[in-house]
């Protein structure tokens, strides 16, 4: 595997294997590195305002400014003009479909329902999907709990070409195909 492919399965709470899914047995932690993230404090490049690293990933989420500094730096090194990124969904930060609480990561979204709605049987439409091209915005999934236990154990963005149609990906998929022989 590739690093970054290697890191997404490595991301969630629970890490999968970067072949089948299935949740990889329980290694030693690096406490110690753990701590230090927790410890080391940064500065929002956007706000200025100072946390630790640990919280660094959910208030990027949810920092308007941190967002524009990013953008800017994409539209230095991009050699054609963005499109208005206002018309592209959100596929990065959730709300909760049960109680409208905001800004999860898809792995936060994940593990806030099961912490504080796995026993709720209403039937919700799944962000996630409702965010992706094929995503239908009127589905309601019969068992969300289920659902974000299937679909959503890794990250869609590690896998998909959001621009590249049917046809494209068929045809990559192809060529990979013939020189891996």
């Known amino acids: 595997f590739c690093t970054p492919c290697l890191q997404e399965c490595l991301k969630p709470k629970k890490p999968v294997c970067g072949v089948c899914r299935s949740t990889l ?61 206002r018309s592209f969904p959100n596929r990065f930060t959730f709300p909760c479909p049960y109680c409208n609480e905001k800004n999860f990561d898809q792995e936060g979204l994940v593990e806030h329902c099961k912490t504080l709605h796995s026993m709720d049987a209403k039937q919700v439409v799944c962000p996630i999907c409702a965010s992706m091209p094929w995503g239908d915005p009127n589905y309601r999934s019969a068992n969300f709990m289920e659902h974000l236990q299937r679909r959503h154990r890794f990250s869609y963005d590690t896998f998909v070409d959001y621009d590249a149609d049917e046809d494209d990906m068929m045809a990559q998929v192809l060529m990979r195909s013939l020189r891996d022989k």
Not at 42 to 53: A, F, Q
């Open 25 to 85: 047995s329980p290694g030693s932690r690096a406490l110690d590195l753990e701590k230090q993230i927790e410890m080391t404090e940064t500065t929002c490049n956007g706000c200025n305002k100072k946390m630790y690293l640990s919280k660094m990933r959910s208030h990027a989420a949810s920092c308007s400014k941190y967002q524009n500094y990013i953008m800017e730096g994409v539209k230095a090194v991009t050699k054609e003009p963005l499109h208005n990124t």
